[in-house]
């Protein structure tokens, strides 16, 4: 997630990065409702899947620095 947002940032040309402010209001509004899915091991098992492949495409599988 936190590499989409980012990536959102970087590539944002709407004035005063207003796409990226929306993504984010999107986000702080839909969390709450993925609490109960990602219970679920096929979800959380998918999210992690895509934020490994995600990493390894955009970090050439690196560990973000923390």
Do not use: N, Y
Not at 26 to 48: E, F, I, K, N, Y
């Amino acid at each position: 997630m936190r590499i989409g947002v980012i990536l959102c940032w970087l590539l944002d040309k709407s004035p005063g990065q207003h796409a990226t402010q929306g993504l984010l209001s999107l986000w702080r509004r839909m969390l709450p409702s993925a609490a109960l899915p990602l219970r679920l091991t096929v979800v959380r098992g998918a999210v992690q899947t895509a934020d490994m492949l995600f990493g390894e495409a955009l970090l050439d599988g690196l560990e973000p620095e923390v």
